[in-house]
């Protein structure tokens, strides 16, 4: 079984750029979601998918932060524009269908500096 | 928020001692998970408990849960090297999952 795919695994960008990132989860996996890991801390849950409707967006900086998950499968996280403290680590992470019995399973992670 | 606190922040032991790690949240759940992540790596889940259950052990790993207090312990036997890894409690409820900040264990060779 393919793991969750992300990609860029890095990216370095200057503030007030704008930056996207992909993620395709397991096949089968309706629910999915991208965490927000600042460095030292803990991943904070910004947006969660239920196949392509977001179930809860309640942490998402909505002024510059947005995603979409068009036709239920891979979803993509935009920031515009980046501000200093949007630099962390951002995890996608997919789960089937029901309840998580078995733990969600995670992307390697796209690394996003801004300067 | 249902985030659960680890302690202690970082831990350092020698191989082939034992790791206790500990995770405190603060509303009601249906399970709670524990996830391992190298540096620079994703999350790689070790084990789940359901909220009706009070221990789980997989391999070296043995996991404990105390509803009542809201509670949960990690303990790793007969560390490893390999073991060296930040791990993170998840407290999930309605399919909504939340970390703690984790635990830093180092098991030096």
């Known amino acids: 079984e393919a793991g969750v795919a992300q990609s860029p695994r890095y990216k370095i960008i200057e503030k007030r750029q704008s930056v996207a990132f992909w993620c395709n989860p397991i096949s089968g996996h309706a629910t999915l979601y991208w965490y927000q890991q600042i460095l030292g801390q803990g991943p904070k849950l910004l947006i969660q998918f239920q196949n392509n409707g977001v179930v809860d967006d309640s942490q998402l900086p909505k002024d510059r932060f947005s995603a979409e998950r068009l036709k239920g499968v891979d979803s993509t996280l935009k920031i515009q524009p980046a501000k200093l403290e949007d630099s962390a680590v951002y995890l996608c992470?997919?789960?089937?269908?029901?309840?998580?019995?078995?733990?969600?399973?995670f992307g390697s992670g796209t690394r996003l500096t801004v300067v | 928020s249902q985030q659960g606190e680890e302690d202690p922040q970082a831990l350092s032991i020698q191989e082939g001692e034992n790791a206790t790690m500990n995770c405190s949240y603060k509303?009601?759940?249906?399970?709670l998970q524990w996830y391992r992540q190298n540096s620079g790596r994703g999350l790689v889940h070790l084990i789940l408990i359901r909220s009706n259950e009070r221990e789980k052990h997989s391999g070296r790993l043995r996991v404990t849960l105390d509803t009542s207090k809201k509670s949960s312990s990690l303990l790793i036997t007969a560390s490893r090297a390999a073991d060296t890894a930040s791990y993170f409690c998840a407290t999930s409820r309605n399919n909504d999952m939340r970390f703690g900040a984790g635990t830093r264990l180092t098991v030096k060779p």
């Open positions: 509303t009601s759940i249906n399970n």
């Open positions: 992470a997919s789960s089937p269908p029901g309840q998580v019995w078995y733990g969600y399973t």
